[in-house]
């Protein structure tokens, strides 16, 4: 069981940058698949990037394709998310999860959530 929490939240205009990042408390966290997911008010949870345990493969989901990339600092026990060209669709609670694979249909196994960090794309 990992412990993940999120940071980097916060209010940026359309077409900013933002980088959030995950960080575990525990070394096994270089095991694990981590997940990026987002919720917006009165929508459902919605993956949207994955890095794999090996840390060689990477998922986007289409609407951040191109925008978003995630990616790993083992050393640190982090994975990040750089968001650029950001919209106001974007705007949501993002979360990071622990998994044991990035292939979507297993997204609904995914735990040891973090609390969420908001991000809100505004002018």
């Known amino acids: 069981q990992l412990h993940l929490a999120e940071s980097g939240g916060g209010l940026v205009p359309p077409g900013g940058s933002l980088r959030l990042s995950c960080a575990a408390a525990e070394d096994a966290f270089e095991h694990y698949a981590i997940g990026w997911f987002r919720q917006a008010p009165g929508k459902e949870r919605e993956g949207i990037s994955c890095?794999?345990?090996?840390?060689?493969?990477?998922t986007y989901a289409d609407s951040v394709k191109g925008r978003f990339i995630i990616s790993s600092d083992n050393a640190k026990n982090t994975v990040y998310l750089q968001m650029n060209s950001l919209k106001p669709e974007d705007t949501a609670v993002y979360y990071c999860?622990?998994?044991?694979?990035?292939?979507?249909?297993?997204?609904?196994?995914?735990?040891?959530w973090g609390p969420g960090t908001q991000v809100t794309v505004s002018s």
């Open positions: 999860a622990a998994g044991g694979t990035c292939r979507e249909e297993y997204y609904g196994l995914f735990g040891s």
């Open positions: 890095i794999s345990t090996n840390r060689a493969v990477t």
